[in-house]
T-cell receptor, first 111, second 115 residues
């Protein structure tokens, strides 16, 4: 699976928007971009995924660059509960492919 | 709707022993994957089971084995435990209908400590 690059850590203030970047310059045409987050002492939690178009759900928005070599996870109003490690993962849409996690971005939210 | 259930939540074993971890997938999910997460690192894929067979495997030795039962639940077995096997073991379930991409649902994990 293609590799992703994320900043090790980011900080945000409560109730402000947060933009978490991810670079994936070697993405292939069949790779979906998935985001998961892991709260302290819990397993990873699915956030959002997309292929080419921007996606929105109740948790977040996913903005995908036109060339698909990068993407940004957007939390519109950060809360203290959003403090977690966020993982950007590429997953091929062929068969029952496993997820390959990197180190992720540790997001700290200040009150 | 229950999510993924893992048992036990914590476990302490001695080097050389064997351990079995258990996972019940989310209702409606038929595929189970296991991950190992060392402290401060991202989860590492161990293997995946579908239709009671191992379908994919990560870079883990044969000491790690598994099983999937007809009700889709799964077990992870680790033989000859090493200190380095101390980690959080995560189970994830999914359902991948043809042509659709679905998210994985993870359990809260089993914390294994080898002493």
């Amino acid at each position: 699976d293609a590799k992703t690059t994320q900043p090790n850590s980011m900080e945000s203030n409560e109730e402000e928007p947060v933009h978490l970047p991810c670079n994936h310059s070697t993405i292939s045409g069949t790779d979906y971009i998935h985001w998961y987050r892991q709260l302290p002492s819990q397993g990873p939690e699915y956030v959002i995924h997309g292929l080419t178009s921007n996606v929105n759900n109740r948790m977040a928005s996913l903005a995908i660059a036109e060339d698909r070599k990068s993407s940004t996870l957007i939390l519109h109003r950060a809360t203290l509960r959003d403090a977690a490690v966020y993982y950007c993962i590429l997953r091929a849409n062929t068969g029952r492919r496993a997820l390959t996690f990197g180190s992720g971005t540790r997001l700290q939210v200040q009150p | 709707d229950a999510g993924v259930t893992q048992s036990p939540t914590h476990l302490i074993k001695t080097r050389g022993q064997q351990v079995t971890l258990r996972c019940s997938p989310k209702s409606g999910h038929d595929t189970v994957s296991w991950y190992q997460q060392a402290l401060g690192q991202g989860p590492q894929f161990i293997f995946q089971y579908y239709e009671e067979e191992e379908r994919q495997r990560g870079n883990f030795p044969d000491r790690f084995s598994g099983h999937q039962f007809p009700n889709y639940s799964s077990e992870l077995n680790v033989n000859a435990l090493l200190l380095g096997d101390s980690a959080l073991y995560l189970c994830a379930s999914s359902w991948d209908p043809k042509g659709k991409v679905r998210g994985y649902t993870f359990g809260s994990g089993t914390r294994l400590t080898v002493v």
